[in-house]
């Protein structure tokens, strides 16, 4: 089975911070990752995913995330948050080369005080 | 619509009585999930369609809860003898791909279900 950990549950930055959000799986096979974002009022939204290739990959709205196989880590970042970017934020993962279900961490809740 | 539909947006009932959910998937959207979002938790699978049939329905938590696909678009999420603990937001998502696929999931707004 897989499973999810997000070990940020509420992170406060201010405007022009650097973030990173951390989130690590559990998975005895080869994984796709995917990072989501909920805005307040808002339905889940792809912020970024990976499939295979290069590990470093490049999102919406300035956001990255680098998969590093040998720590099972799937880490978020950006390099200057802004206020628009409180929100809350989902890591998820499901098994390579289908279109099986998602596992979802338990979610980090970005506030970026203006 | 251009994206997932769910209706209705909330829901209130009465413990005990059975309520139905429905998601109106993009349209050509082969896959079709649904999943269950309780406060401060990421989305918990319940059920996940390929076409019409349930591809993998081991995430229903009971026999209280059924889904169905018809004709292969819109579901609907059964939920019999409601109890306060099934109060959570349900959330459809759905995806172009067949089963072998990579793909990504397109979540609609969720209906929110409140068993008092």
């Known amino acids: 089975a897989q499973s999810v950990s997000q070990h940020n549950h509420h992170v406060i930055l201010s405007e022009a911070a650097s973030l990173e959000l951390g989130c690590n799986y559990s998975y005895g096979g080869t994984v796709n990752l995917f990072w989501y974002v909920q805005y307040p009022g808002q339905h889940l939204q792809l912020l970024l995913k990976y499939f295979s290739g290069d590990p470093l990959v490049k999102g919406i709205k300035g956001f990255e995330a680098e998969f590093i196989k040998s720590k099972f880590s799937f880490n978020l970042r950006k390099p200057s948050v802004q206020w628009s970017d409180t929100a809350e934020y989902f890591c998820?993962?499901?098994?390579?080369?289908?279109?099986?279900?998602?596992?979802f961490g338990s979610g980090t809740q970005l506030t970026v005080l203006p | 619509g251009a994206g997932v539909s769910q209706t209705p947006s909330n829901k209130v009932t009465e413990k005990g009585k059975y309520v139905e959910l429905r998601c109106d998937p993009i349209s050509g959207h082969t896959a079709l999930y649904w999943y269950r979002q309780s406060l401060g938790q990421g989305p918990e699978f319940l059920i996940y369609f390929q076409g019409t049939g349930a591809a993998d329905d081991s995430g229903l938590p009971n026999d209280r809860f059924f889904a169905v696909r018809p004709e292969g678009s819109v579901s609907t999420l059964k939920i019999q003898r409601t109890e306060r603990g099934d109060s959570a937001v349900y959330l459809c998502?759905?995806?172009?791909?067949?089963?072998?696929?990579?793909?990504?999931?397109?979540f609609g707004q969720g209906t929110r279900l409140t068993v008092v």
């Open positions: 998820a993962v499901n098994p390579s080369g289908s279109a099986r279900q998602l596992t």
């Open positions: 998502a759905s995806s172009p791909t067949r089963t072998a696929t990579n793909t990504e999931a397109f």
